[in-house]
């Protein structure tokens, strides 16, 4: 059992950009070029000046040519819940049908909080106990490895798992919509967890790709 203080993190794993090329606008560039036939303005450093009007105008469907493949790591299921309500999205996820989460359960504990701090429960039947969040964490991966040992298999034990419990998560989109997670998931109101993921993943690609996220705020 382990307990996570904080916030996982997210990889690029691959930016989609044009033949021959290093450089997602230029690829931008090009297809949105095709508007007005007017590809042969194309010359060295003329995507980034393409890219600003294209945003200025909110021609958001040109940045749609290019996308972005992220690897979630050490975040929570709640976190991944939340993701994968974006639509416009392709996912894969760890599986807790085919994982056995006996081994070694990982659980986030929101960093503000003490893990060992002792809470009273009290009891239906009048009892009262007092446990820790940690070990609380550590019954449940207890009574998952019970369930396992009568036979549960882990499609099942699983439902015992709590949603702190850590999920790896790949995550492609196009720009567009990647503008559109980051300006709803950074925002002040969305969920410590991924508003912390997903502000330290912006500053991380607009050092990657330049002019695209530049007003999006981290
Ligand atoms: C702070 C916060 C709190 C939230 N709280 C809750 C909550 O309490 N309960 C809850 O259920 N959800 C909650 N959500 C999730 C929220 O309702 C959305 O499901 C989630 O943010 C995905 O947003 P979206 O639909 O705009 O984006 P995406 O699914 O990423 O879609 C992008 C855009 O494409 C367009 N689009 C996509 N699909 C369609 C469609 N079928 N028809 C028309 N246009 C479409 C829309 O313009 C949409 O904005 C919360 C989200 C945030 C950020």
Request: hydrophobic letters at 40%.
């Amino acid at each position: 059992m382990e307990i996570l203080r904080s916030p996982g993190n997210g990889e690029i794993l691959a930016v989609l950009v044009g033949d021959g090329s290093d450089s997602p606008l230029e690829l931008i560039e090009l297809a949105g070029r095709t508007a007005h036939q007017s590809a042969d303005k194309i010359s060295p450093g003329t995507a980034e000046a393409f890219v600003r009007k294209i945003l200025a105008r909110g021609h958001g469907s040109v940045l749609e040519h290019s996308c972005m493949t992220v690897r979630f790591r050490d975040c929570s299921r709640g976190f991944t819940h939340e993701l994968v309500r974006h639509r416009l999205v392709s996912f894969t996820q760890e599986s807790t049908r085919y994982v056995d989460e006996g081994r070694n359960l990982r659980v986030v504990c929101p960093p503000d909080r003490d893990p060992d701090e002792p809470v009273l429960i009290h009891l239906p039947d009048g009892h009262e106990v007092c446990v820790s969040f940690a070990q609380w964490v550590e019954m449940n991966e207890q009574m998952y490895i019970g369930l396992r040992g009568i036979g549960w298999n882990k499609e099942d034990a699983r439902q015992v798992l709590p949603t702190g419990i850590v999920a790896e998560i790949v995550m492609t989109a196009n720009f567009r919509e990647w503008r559109h997670v980051f300006s709803l998931r950074c925002a002040p109101t969305a969920h410590w967890e991924i508003r912390a993921v997903m502000k330290d993943l912006l500053k991380t690609v607009r050092a990657r790709v330049p002019v695209v996220f530049d007003d999006l705020c981290p």
